[in-house]
């Protein structure tokens, strides 16, 4: 097997952004995690629909027609991003939109009494929705959160599901702190209840290659602004599942056919296009590394091929940079690292507090040094706020790695952090 060794480089030319200073210091982006910078072939993708394809659908004129064949390519090359069918393939305005339109549809068949499962470790996103179905009789239970671990409680889980149980809404990367849920176990275990399985990968899908066949997962949702592409969400649903869902949308007749039927107004092509151009971004890095990997790429072929290699690059470049931060930053005196135990996977989002310090002040300070993270509760209110109870401390502050990042950069940071450190201390 081929050395494995990440051209940084040949990323990072791909991203005219990385060249910004601030206060005399190159930008180094750690926001990832609320969003991730954009390669050249994704604005120019979306540029080039908008200036020569630009048409709404249906129509018998050129445009129209160019428009509609983009989009059917669309939802082919995001199912190829997936591991789907291209009929299983859906898209709306955000991860969020689509949950709320899933959850709006299934309370349509739900009945008072039945239950609905989500858990603490989420995102809102993936927690709100499914919350509001108690309005309609909905019996709405969230599995915990181990503080101690920031793991999920399976225990707890598995004490919440029952034979009333019809969904089951779950988060596969924790945006707030990086823990990898194993969510094949919990499908499987809502599978043998007969409950609807949901998986919101919007924090795993830019870290780790995805495959729904494999993970037997009814629904999932992801956001392409999360993996290099401009701001829409997708949906991958079972076709068996599509089938009987009852949609909320213009036209919900029964006779609303998968995929559309997830659908509602306009499609917002070029978002849809800047999507296929990024899952374009990440296969190209994966032509680069296609013998690295080839024995865990199995029977996979073509475009689907280059996109695993291209996740298993990026995650196989992450996780070191991922660790290093993590070891260096907690040798400061006063760093609480906020993560899954060494042994338990995790994406290569690392969550901090310092003493009792507002996250925020830390933030603004890594700002000054151009050093970009996040901090706050990054929506996942429950853990952050209530589990962990950082809420009047200004939360987390939250280091996401990307392809585009380096080892400098990660210097840079765990120097300014150390800095910062020591000027608190004064
Ligand atoms: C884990 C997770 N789920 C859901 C969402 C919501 O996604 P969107 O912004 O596309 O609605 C986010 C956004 O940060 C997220 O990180």
């Known amino acids: 097997m081929k050395e494995f060794v990440f051209d940084v480089d040949y990323v990072r030319n791909q991203f005219p952004c990385l060249c910004r200073s601030v206060n005399g210091n190159p930008a180094a ?6 969003g991730t910078q954009v390669p050249v072939n994704v604005v120019e993708k979306m540029t080039d629909y908008l200036i020569n394809h630009n048409a709404n659908q249906a129509g018998h004129f050129i445009t129209s027609v160019e428009s509609d064949a983009l989009f059917k390519t669309g939802r082919e090359v995001l199912a ?14 955000s991860s969020t939109s689509n949950l709320v339109r899933l959850a709006f549809g299934f309370a349509r068949s739900f009945k008072p009494g039945d239950e609905v499962i989500i858990t603490d470790i989420d995102h809102e996103g993936n927690r709100s929705p499914w919350r509001t ?3 309609f009789g909905v019996v709405v239970k969230s599995v915990k959160v181990n503080p101690e671990t920031c ?8 004490d919440k599901l029952t034979d009333k149980t019809k969904l089951v809404a779950v988060n596969w990367a924790a945006n707030a702190c990086g823990t990898i849920t194993d969510v094949a176990h919990i499908i499987k275990l809502a599978h043998d209840k007969g409950a609807i399985t949901v998986v919101d990968a919007v924090h795993y899908a830019p ?6 066949k494999e993970l037997d997962v009814d629904i999932l949702v992801c956001s392409a602004y999360k993996f290099f592409g401009p701001h829409l969400g ?3 649903m079972k076709r068996s599942i599509g089938e009987k869902f009852k949609a909320v949308r213009v036209y919900a007749d029964d006779n609303a056919t998968m995929p559309s039927k997830l659908e509602t107004g306009t499609p917002a092509f070029e978002n849809v296009l800047g999507a296929v151009a990024a899952v374009e971004f990440l296969a190209d890095i994966g032509e680069k590394y296609l013998e690295c990997f080839a024995e865990k790429l199995g029977n996979s072929t ?8 291209g996740m298993m690059a990026i995650a196989a470049y992450e996780k070191p940079l991922a660790d290093y931060i993590r070891a260096e930053l907690g040798k400061i005196d ?10 338990q996977p995790k994406t290569s989002t690392v969550s901090f507090t310092y003493r009792d310090i507002n996250s925020s002040d830390v933030a603004e300070y890594l700002a000054s040094k151009g050093i970009f993270v996040w901090y706050g509760d990054f929506y996942a209110l429950q853990i952050v706020n209530s589990v962990l109870k950082l809420g009047d401390r200004g939360g987390l502050v939250r280091v996401g790695l990307e392809p585009y990042n380096t080892r400098q950069e990660c210097d840079r940071l765990i120097e300014s952090v150390k800095e910062f450190a020591n000027t608190a201390k004064l």
Do not use: N, Q
């Not at 870290?207 to 729904?212: E, K, L, T």
């Open 133 to 135: 179905l108690s309005d």
């Open 207 to 212: 870290h780790y290659p995805i495959d729904v």
């Open 29 to 34: 982006f750690f926001d990832g995690p609320g």
């Open 151 to 158: 793991m999920l409680d399976m225990e707890d889980y598995e």
């Open 302 to 309: 073509g475009r689907r091929r280059k996109i695993l290699a």
């Open 334 to 343: 006063g760093i609480k690292l906020y993560m899954s135990p060494p042994d």
């Open 234 to 236: 997708i949906v991958y």
């Open 80 to 93: 190829d991003f997936l591991g789907a069918d291209s009929d299983e393939i859906a898209f709306g305005a």
